[in-house]
């Protein structure tokens, strides 16, 4: 069993950053494959950002060249580095968990709100 946490959504400014993180519970992080998705009102959850348990990177078009995923196995934890934000990056984003092997152990955060508005 994992349980996720995110932190670090709030309100910026188009042009800003944020950095969210996603602390993980539970036994052998290093195993999962770890994404960030997003979902804005009326839409559906949709893919950001992966990282694999090899340290392997994802991004959806959308987002390459401005988001950074990062993980720190040690710390248990996903990073999600947001620049040049612009207003359709609104959304809440979820953090997700996926065993390497076993696909039924699939996790997910409760979601951190990003708002980017002047």
């Known amino acids: 069993q994992v349980q996720l946490v995110e932190s670090g959504g709030g309100l910026v400014q188009p042009g800003g950053s944020l950095r969210l993180s996603c602390a993980a519970s539970?036994?052998?992080?290093?195993?999962?494959?770890m994404g960030w998705y997003r979902q804005a009102p009326g839409e559906q959850r949709d893919l950001v950002a992966t990282?694999?348990?090899?340290?392997?990177?994802n991004y959806a078009d959308s987002v390459k060249g401005r988001f950074t995923i990062s993980r720190d196995n040690a710390k248990k934890t996903v990073y999600l580095q947001m620049n040049s934000l612009k207003p359709e990056d609104t959304a809440v984003y979820y953090c997700?968990?996926?065993?390497?092997?076993?696909?039924?152990?699939?996790?997910w955060g409760k979601g951190t709100l990003v708002t980017v508005s002047s």
């Open positions: 997700n968990a996926k065993h390497a092997i076993i696909s039924d152990m699939d996790y």
């Open positions: 539970g036994a052998f992080f290093s195993i999962y494959h």
């Open positions: 990282i694999t348990s090899g340290g392997n990177t």
